[in-house]
């Protein structure tokens, strides 16, 4: 045998440990149900898991914008490939995952729209996306006055009388609570 047929069946061997050894690929998913803007159902062989976007947060169904979002992750979603990488699982038992529907990043995809904000421990990447989205008054953003989800989720009302306590701090009653910081 030769020095380059020598070669030439190592690099084969190696080349076939390396598959052989490698992680299996990730399988496609198919979505059954889409919640909202940034929660969704996949179907994981016989398994249901219900996901929740890492990194974003979009508006609620009942809220302004939040049927477009919804519509929008639909858009991305619907019918395509989705694969997931599970971050963590949150207090309503969701896997807290980033997901490509056809190699799209969704979450990415849907803070650029401007049909989510990014998650105020996101990474400045989704950050300056999103900024990139306000200044474009894409989506939410041609709202001259757009409602966080963790605000409205809150019923912190932008309309509720701001008050000033007897020490300077500023409060509103909301649902029979005061909520400080207006």
């Keep these: 045998m030769t020095a380059a047929v020598h070669m030439k069946t190592l690099r084969a061997t190696a080349l076939l440990f390396a598959l052989l050894c490698a992680p299996p690929a990730a399988h496609a998913h198919k979505v059954l ?5 940034d929660s969704l159902t996949l179907q994981a062989g016989r398994k249901r898991i219900k996901l929740r976007l890492a990194g974003i947060d979009a508006p609620e169904i009942k809220q302004a914008f939040g049927q477009k979002s919804r519509q929008s992750l639909y858009q991305l979603c619907w019918g395509k ?6 971050k963590a699982i949150d207090h309503f038992g969701r ?5 490509r529907c056809d190699g799209i990043d969704a979450g990415r995809a849907q803070v650029e729209r401007g049909m989510a904000w990014a998650a105020a421990r996101a990474g400045s990447h989704l950050k300056m996306l999103e900024t990139a989205a306000r200044n474009a008054k894409a989506g939410l953003w041609s709202d001259p006055h757009p409602v966080a989800p963790w605000r409205f989720r809150h019923g912190t009302d932008t309309d509720a009388a701001c008050r000033t306590g007897p020490r300077g701090g500023r409060y ?4 029979g609570r005061k909520i400080y910081g207006c």
């Design 172 to 175: 509103q009653w909301i649902n």
């Design 95 to 99: 896997t807290v995952a980033t997901l």
């Design 81 to 86: 490939d989705a694969r997931y990488d599970a």
């Design 33 to 37: 149900y889409i919640a909202d803007g």
